[in-house]
């Protein structure tokens, strides 16, 4: 059974900075790439980032690159995303996604499995 679980979000400032987790039940964790996907009230889910099985190669939103960064340490399951700099406009619910593929996919459905979110709210 592969679960998802995704933690670090809460309420913060503009300018302030969060750090995602999201750690996956899988003991072949390092044979998949890896994404983060976000939404917004009212907007359609869109791609953040992805990150290779070996984290070598990654892909990131233009708008968003610069002030968000994706790792992973598969030693311990785990994808991270690092948001600097955040801006209200970011406020949506944050989602891991796990890519049986091993591709660095923008597209939503070439994702097997997906955590339940992470509220990240910035206000002004």
């Known amino acids: 059974q592969v679960q998802l679980v995704e933690s670090g979000g809460g309420l913060v400032q503009a300018g302030d900075s969060l750090r995602l987790s999201c750690v996956v039940s899988k003991l072949t964790f390092s044979s998949y790439s890896m994404g983060w996907f976000r939404q917004a009230p009212g907007k359609e889910r869109e791609f953040v980032a992805a990150?290779?099985?070996?984290?070598?190669?990654?892909s990131y939103t233009d708008s968003m690159k610069g002030r968000f960064t994706i790792s992973r340490d598969n030693a311990k399951n785990m994808v991270i995303l690092q948001m600097n700099s955040l801006k209200p406009e970011d406020t949506a619910v944050y989602y891991c996604?796990?890519?049986?593929?091993?591709?660095?996919?923008?597209?939503?459905?070439?994702?097997?499995?997906w955590g339940q979110g992470t509220q990240v709210t910035v206000s002004s």
């Open positions: 996604a796990l890519n049986r593929w091993g591709s660095l996919s923008g597209r939503m459905q070439d994702y097997n499995y």
């Open positions: 990150i290779s099985r070996s984290g070598g190669s990654t």
